[in-house]
Structure formats: C-alpha cells, structure tokens
C-alpha cells in the first residue's frame, strides 16, 4: 500500500513529465504490470488531468496585437524620462552590480573592526593608568611622604 | 519558441523596430497562448500581451546573454500573466461542473467542433486551480516545458513545480470524478 501511495505520487508528477531516469521509469512500470490499482490510477490522470491539455490547440494571435504594442511603444517613447533613461544607462555601465552586497559587508566589518580597535586601545589605557594609580598607591611607604601627602582631616588622621 | 540571433536582438534593444518585429514573431504565440491560458479568457490575454512586449521592448537593453532568452520570455510572461490574474480573480468562465456536468453538450464528432470543446473543457479546467498552479500546468501540459525550465520561468525550486503540479492534478481528478459520480 506503502508503494502504491509512493508510485502514484510519481505517476503525478515525474513519471507522467518524463522526468524519471531509467532505473526509476524500470521500477514503476514493474509495479505497474502487477498492480491493477495502480493501472487504473494512471488511466485516469490520463484522461482527466493530462489529455485534454495536451489536444489543446494553439489560438491564432490577433492580428490587432502587433499595432497595438507599436502604439504602445510609441506612447511609451514619448512618455520616456531622459533622467531616468540616464539612470538605467549608468546602471548598464557598472559591470558589477552584484559586488554592492559584498562591499556593503566589507565596510560593515571594518566599521565592526574599528570600533572593536579603538575600545580595546581605551580598555587598555585605562588598565595602564589603573595599573599606575595602584603602583603609585602601594609605593607610599615613606611616613614623610603620607605626610606630605596629608590633608589634615581627622578621620585621615585616626587611620595613618 | 524560435531561437534568436544574438544580432538581431541588440538590434532590437537598440530601438531598430524591423529587428523588434522578428523578436515579436518569434515569440507571439507563446505569449498570448500562455496569457490567455493563465488569464483564461482572450481579452485580458490581448492585454497582458501588449505589455509583456512592452516590457520586453523596454527592458531588452538591459537583457545580458548570461542566460537563455527564451527562458527570459517565459519569465517575464508568466509573471505578468499570474499577477493579472490574481489582481483580476473575477472567473469569467464557467465552472466546470455547470460545463461538463449533467446535461453537457457531448463532443460532436466533426474536428472543430471537437477542438472548440476541448478548448472550453481546458478552460473550465483551469478555472478550478489558483494562478500559481494554472502557470504550472500550461507551462508543462500545453507548452511542454520542462521542470527544470518551469521552475526558471516562475522563480522557484523544482520541488515547488512537482508540488504544484501533484496538487493541481489531485484537483482536477477530485473534480472530475465528482461530476462522473454525480452522472452516475
């Protein structure tokens, strides 16, 4: 039942387009010799689905279609915009109109890039100046040196 | 579809009109059949033509030889003749049902007259599918195109193709086997 299910989903599309290859078109036919079901299946998307398509005749083009797209250009030839014209020609002329998004990708990274840089030169600045301040800080050791560094405060007092 | 020259066709795109008219013979009939076919009925068919070639007299100057130009054509005509249709969803036609249900006029045996009934059998058919899948089936059933060329022309994968055409093809057994059954 599984394969039945299987053969006419083909029998709908690629098997009835031609779209098989042979080892495939080989299988189904197989299967179409021992499966009545299946048969009748095919008969049927035949008649209903595929033929009446297929007898379809060709309409003959009006012959009013020709002067009707003349006049159409015509109209449109008056109605052209010479700036938008200039537009299209410029356009025509970049040879590479598929490289936008790649450019526009390129200067996305290196504006990423730059910022990314210069945050990094200020975080390490700033670790340097730290680095400094906690140096300059733990190389107090000279009494003299708290006291010329002394406000006078109490509470500065009551800790050095 | 005739193949063109790649001569005649900067001919064309740069305005020599006696070049335009041999592009325009060359594809004519697949135009319209397939507007008319995907619009289902002739006048809009004319109308969706006459700007198909439109856009192909304006756009040709930019058409670049990188691919096929039939397959260019294919494109620029399905695309305009499914967004008429779904701009324009009125269905002029008869269902199918009401056509070739109970009391249908049988086919007469005399061609023509064959021919004019298959030919409104396929337009009660068609009207049963959305446009999406009309394109499918009259790219691949009438105009004989293959996937591979259905799924350029429309813009889509080829499992997209097979799905449509899986579906439309369902539908139009469901609904003929409905209007069989109901004879019965």
């Not at chain 1, 048969?39 to 002067?67: G, Y």
């Not at chain 1, 700033?126 to 708290?146: D, F, K, R």
């Not at chain 2, 507007?35 to 007299?57: L, S, W, Y």
């Not at chain 2, 009401?98 to 009660?124: I, P, R, W, Y």
């Amino acid at each position: 039942m599984k394969k039945c299910d299987h053969i006419k989903d083909l029998i709908l599309t690629d098997y009835m387009d031609g779209e098989l290859d042979q080892d495939l078109k080989h299988n189904v036919e197989s299967h179409l010799l021992d499966c009545s079901d299946c048969r009748t299946f095919l008969k049927e998307v035949k008649e209903n689905s595929i033929i009446p398509f297929n007898k379809d005749t060709q309409l003959p083009v009006p012959p009013q279609l020709w002067d009707a797209v003349k006049e159409g250009i015509a109209k449109q030839g008056h109605a052209s915009d010479p700036i938008a014209d200039f537009i299209d020609r410029i356009k025509e002329m970049i040879v590479f109109p598929k490289l936008v998004p790649v450019f526009a990708t390129l200067m996305l990274m290196l504006f990423v890039g730059s910022v990314t840089l210069n945050n990094m030169q200020f975080q390490q600045a700033q670790a340097t100046e730290q680095g400094e301040y906690l140096v300059s800080l733990l190389s107090i050791t000279n009494p003299a040196q708290v006291e010329n560094n002394d406000l006078g405060t109490p509470i500065e007092h009551f800790f050095l | 579809m005739e193949d063109l020259s790649k001569d005649v066709l900067v001919r064309a795109s740069q305005g020599d009109m006696q070049a335009f008219e041999v592009v325009y013979k060359a594809s004519n009939s697949f135009v319209y059949n397939v507007a008319f076919r995907v619009v289902n009925n002739r006048e809009d068919a004319m109308e969706v033509a006459q700007e198909v070639f439109m856009v192909i007299h304006d756009k040709l100057k930019t058409f670049r030889y990188e691919s096929s130009f039939k397959t260019w054509i294919y494109r620029i005509t399905a695309n305009h003749a499914i967004n008429f249709a779904k701009k324009n969803a009125r269905t002029k036609t008869v269902p199918f049902e009401e056509s070739f249900g109970e009391g249908a006029v049988e086919s007469d045996v005399h061609t023509k007259m064959e021919q004019e009934h298959n030919s409104n059998l396929v337009e009660s058919l068609l009207a049963e599918l959305n446009p999406d899948q009309r394109a499918c089936v009259v790219l691949r059933d009438i105009q004989g195109l293959s996937y591979e060329d259905i799924a350029q022309a429309l813009n889509i994968n080829i499992n997209t193709v097979r799905s449509r055409l899986k579906r439309s093809r369902e539908k139009l057994l469901s609904v003929r086997q409905k209007v069989n059954y109901e004879k019965v």
